[in-house]
């Protein structure tokens, strides 16, 4: 970004300016410059000459509004087939190409592992997706009642905004999940179903959320709620799933919790099961209401296979898998190697990936519930693994396990990650730690938004 100061400023908020857009942002705004200084506008497109609206000021950078698009290039910026996309926060970047998403997912990571000093050819171009649409396999929506109707609203909310888009279609998600959300939505009045008010604490629900085995055709419906006491469960949960022969359950997850966290530790069966099922080549998982799994399934196995190549294993090595929900990694590499140990702090995930193991015959892993901080370093000094895995959540890796792994001299680290921001700083420390980076391979799991997921080989 333009190394500026206050007063060199070329713009102030509220004045319009004309600019031309020259690539993606890590964010739902694209890159231009005014006068040399860099401004961010919201939902642009590389190719734009846009009029645009300053709406925000910073020392180093602007965010405009487009008021106008003067002229585009249409090889990137294309219709929406989201008819809400304008306001919905879901997704961010539908209004360009898929061809071209991939093309500034690859510009954005070469910028976001600049300092890493890589060698030629060892970040690779990014893998996309042969079907970028419907994709995900699992919703989870806010909900708001409607004052007058008592209806339930539900969907995302606008982006950086507490304003709920009422969704009732989504192309990035299961065809599925549209239609029983509207199920719910309808059958809101008739049992009673009101939206949970944090700041009145009033109402019920908090979240719909639906989850599906791709592969397996097996839904699931969790209400998360305040409380597990909705009158004529059982009428309802039956109305829902003779509507939705998908559905294998329908359960309540409480949470009692005033953070933005989703789910609460408790959940309910309401009626039939409270998991699906999803299987992954010849592999079949136990997947629990709150449990972790890769949103993208047809993205997750290709991820899965150049871990595998990374890993090369000869069925001699051991292998930690840290941070690894119901077991996917665990499970897929067990085959081909002498022993697994998964570490992973939820306990009902960790459940499912032992049910997981049992249900697939697999014999050489052991699953431990804990946090991976205060789990590595007995775990390391105990086994000596050849391959360790690291699939930690947005925030990355804690410093302890770092710390853990650079005494170590371990053969091969795989680090999979879905925020290049976090990656990028973990790489760092761990590259200082004479672990050189070997390979980059994006994967785009996320097809329409702005995440990428990498996975990356470093070896000692
Ligand atoms: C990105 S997911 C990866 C899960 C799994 N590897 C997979 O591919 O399905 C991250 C997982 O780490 C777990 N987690 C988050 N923080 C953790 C911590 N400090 N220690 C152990 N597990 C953690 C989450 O519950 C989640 O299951």
């Given at each position: ?124 171009n990014i893998i996309g997706s ?18 007058d109707t008592g209806r339930l ?125 999803e299987k992954i080549n010849d ?178």
């Amino acid at each position: 970004m333009a190394k500026s100061t206050l007063q060199s400023i070329p713009v102030s908020e509220g004045q319009s300016i004309e600019l031309k857009i020259d690539s993606m942002a890590y964010d739902n705004s694209a890159i231009g410059r005014y006068k040399d200084f860099v401004v961010m506008v919201d939902r642009g497109s590389p190719g734009d000459y846009v009029k645009a609206s300053v709406t925000m000021l910073r020392p180093n950078y602007a965010r405009a509004k487009i008021t106008e698009i003067e002229k585009f290039d249409p090889a990137y910026r294309i219709d929406p087939p989201c008819k809400i996309f304008k306001v919905c926060g879901g997704c961010q970047w539908q209004h360009l190409s898929y061809e071209k998403q991939l093309e500034q997912k690859d510009l954005l990571l070469k910028k976001f592992f600049s300092k890493l000093n890589l060698e030629d050819g060892v970040l690779k171009n990014i893998i996309g997706s042969d079907n970028p649409w419907n994709y995900r396999n699992k919703v989870q929506y806010p909900v708001r009642t409607v004052a007058d109707t008592g209806r339930l609203k539900a969907g995302y909310f606008e982006w950086h905004s507490n304003d709920l888009v009422n969704i009732k279609f989504c192309p990035i998600q299961h065809n599925v999940f549209d239609q029983i959300v509207e199920t719910v939505r309808e059958l809101s009045p008739k049992y009673n179903i009101l939206a949970y008010d944090g700041k009145k604490k009033t109402g019920w629900l908090r979240h719909i959320c639906v989850r599906i085995g791709i592969n397996t055709n097996e839904a699931l419906l969790t209400l998360v709620a305040v409380n597990e006491s909705l009158s004529k469960s059982q009428e309802f949960a039956k109305e829902v799933m003779d509507k939705h022969p998908e559905l294998v359950g329908v359960c309540i997850n409480i949470n009692t919790k005033t953070t933005n966290v989703i789910y609460g530790d408790k959940t309910k069966v309401i009626k039939g099961r409270s998991y699906i099922f999803e299987k992954i080549n010849d592999l079949k998982f136990k997947i629990s209401a709150t449990s972790f799994f890769q949103v993208n399934t047809a993205q997750a196995v290709k991820l899965l296979n150049i871990l595998e190549n990374y890993a090369g294993l000869t069925g001699q090595e051991t292998i930690l898998d840290a941070y690894c929900g119901v077991g996917l990694i665990s499970i897929f590499l067990a085959k081909n190697a002498k022993k697994v140990l998964g570490i992973e702090e939820i306990k009902q995930s960790i459940d499912d990936a032992v049910f997981s193991m049992k249900e697939n015959n697999i014999k050489n892993i052991a699953f431990v519930n804990g946090k991976v901080e205060n789990k590595i370093e007995e775990a390391l000094s105990e086994e000596k693994a050849d391959v360790v895995v690291l699939d930690p959540p947005r925030i990355g890796c804690n410093k302890k396990v770092l710390e853990a792994i650079a005494e170590k001299n371990l053969k091969k680290i795989i680090y999979v990650s879905c925020n290049p921001t976090t990656l990028a700083r973990d790489l760092e420390i761990l590259n200082l730690k004479n672990y050189k980076i070997k390979s980059i391979q994006p994967v785009d799991m996320f097809p329409h938004s702005y995440h990428v997921e990498c996975v990356v080989l470093l070896e000692n």
